[in-house]
């Protein structure tokens, strides 16, 4: 089959691979036919490149077609038509019965004390081959496929792997009052989609959107969210006090951080990040374990931003153990911070009554490109350096 694999910092190729197979009585075998390109996948094409090895098959969105299935899963069937979650959960450990799948005491990583295996996602979760390929063995499978409609193109369903979820529970976590004001800073993907599904369950009477990319702030303006373009500001305290102004001098009752470690933060964050490159492997793996090499602009901003006794919602991606916070600060002002990726499973069946002709949610216009996998190369690049407008790229084998 093709793949879309790992061969170092800054560069993907598609590669023919084996097929892969079912290996135990709780797998299945999915034929791929849409597969996302997320924020997180830039993290390995740069950040996090010490825990990657040559080779590794990238990609956590997928969606396709049951081809197989062990004799231990029963809920799908070959021909099923199903979305892949991004973790990797058995369903009946206590942290999945406790809504927590990514912490899944089954796949739990206990080499390096992380969560449950990630498709596609480093050695730090498992090294699991990923889903931007034609095919994709699927562990677990007794609980983790969530079966879906045909006659809907992909759009409608593919992003109840990632985004919708991860945006969902960004909001859950936001804790925003009935009536209050929401900030989100990052307007990406995960951003955008917090910003609708606030308004769109009335958690919010304002939402305030906070990027630097042209084309994001043009599309939550037309989805009425206030937007607020770094570029116009020369200094964070200048931002901050911009939106204080706006609040009655308190701030948002919650801010959405969903940026993460793509921050656009200090210079000697992005050298130590890029010196990992070139280090020894294991030397590099613990630089960016250790050392701090997170760029903390946007949770910092966050920090500023919240009102006093306000809720941050953490749902970007950090990957190290990063600078030191302001913790003087947190507990001076009583915040509350909740964090975690985002357990799909437990937010699927809220999310589903939403994904309807009447599309509350704009999935089915979502994506702003669809290549084939073949041109996966570019897709990153292009998504990278945030060319033609790119903000969500799906492609298909």
């Given at each position: 089959m093709r793949a879309v694999t790992w061969q170092g910092r800054h560069d993907v190729r598609v590669e023919t691979v084996p097929d892969p197979i079912i290996k135990e009585p709780t797998d299945a075998v999915v034929r791929i036919t849409t597969t996302g390109l997320c924020g997180s996948d830039l993290h390995l094409y740069e950040v996090l490149t010490p825990f990657m090895t040559p080779g590794d098959i990238l990609g956590h969105e997928p969606m396709g077609i049951v081809e197989e299935t062990g004799p231990?899963?029963?809920?799908?069937?070959?021909?099923?038509?199903?979305?892949?979650?991004?973790?990797?959960?058995?369903?009946?450990?206590?942290?999945?019965?406790?809504g927590l799948p990514t912490q899944c005491e089954t796949t739990q990583v206990a080499e390096h004390g992380t969560g449950a295996e990630l498709f596609g996602y480093t050695k730090l979760y498992g090294a699991v081959a990923g889903g931007q390929?034609?095919?994709?063995?699927?562990?677990q499978a007794q609980y983790g496929p969530i079966k879906v409609p045909e006659g809907v193109q992909d759009d409608r369903y593919v992003y109840l792997s990632d985004v919708l979820p991860t945006a969902w529970q960004a909001v859950e976590y936001a804790e925003?009052?009935?009536?209050?004001?929401?900030?989100?800073?990052?307007?990406?993907?995960?951003?955008?989609?917090?910003?609708?599904?606030?308004?769109?369950?009335?958690?919010?009477?304002?939402?305030?959107?906070?990027?630097?990319?042209?084309?994001?702030?043009?599309?939550?303006?037309?989805d009425g969210v206030e937007v607020h373009d770094l570029d116009d500001f020369s200094r964070q305290e200048d931002?901050?006090?911009?939106?204080?102004?706006?609040?009655?001098?308190?701030?948002?009752?919650?801010?959405?951080?969903?940026?993460?470690?793509?921050?656009?933060?200090?210079?000697?964050?992005?050298?130590?990040?890029?010196?990992?490159?070139?280090?020894?492997?294991?030397?590099?793996?613990?630089?960016?374990?250790?050392?701090?090499?997170?760029?903390?602009?946007?949770?910092?901003?966050?920090?500023?931003?919240?009102?006093?006794?306000?809720?941050?919602?953490?749902?970007?991606?950090?990957?190290?153990?990063?600078?030191?916070?302001?913790?003087?600060?947190?507990?001076?002002?009583?915040?509350?911070?909740?964090?975690?990726?985002?357990?799909?499973?437990?937010?699927?069946?809220?999310?589903?009554?939403?994904l309807t002709d009447d599309d509350p949610l704009g999935v089915d216009g979502f994506a702003t490109h669809r290549m084939p996998l073949e041109e996966a190369p570019r897709a990153y690049e292009m998504f990278q350096h945030k060319e033609d407008g790119a903000i969500k790229v799906l492609m298909r084998p």
């Open positions: 231990e899963v029963t809920h799908i069937s070959p021909g099923d038509r199903v979305v892949v979650p991004f973790q990797i959960a058995c369903g009946h450990c206590w942290m999945c019965r406790s390929a034609e095919y994709l063995r699927v562990p925003i009052p009935r009536g209050g004001t929401l900030a989100v800073l990052g307007l990406g993907p995960i951003g955008i989609m917090a910003c609708r599904v606030a308004r769109v369950r009335g958690m919010a009477d304002r939402v305030i959107g906070v990027d630097l990319v042209p084309e994001r702030l043009r599309r939550a303006r037309a931002l901050v006090e911009a939106i204080l102004s706006t609040t009655g001098g308190r701030g948002p009752d919650a801010v959405i951080d969903a940026v993460g470690a793509e921050a656009h933060g200090s210079p000697l964050g992005r050298t130590a990040q890029r010196v990992t490159g070139f280090l020894p492997r294991d030397w590099a793996a613990k630089l960016t374990e250790k050392a701090g090499v997170d760029r903390l602009a946007a949770l910092r901003l966050a920090i500023a931003l919240v009102r006093r006794g306000g809720t941050i919602s953490l749902s970007g991606v950090y990957g190290g153990m990063a600078d030191p916070l302001p913790l003087m600060t947190m507990f001076d002002k009583q915040i509350q911070l909740r964090m975690g990726q985002a357990n799909v499973r437990r937010w699927a069946d809220d999310i589903f009554p939403l």
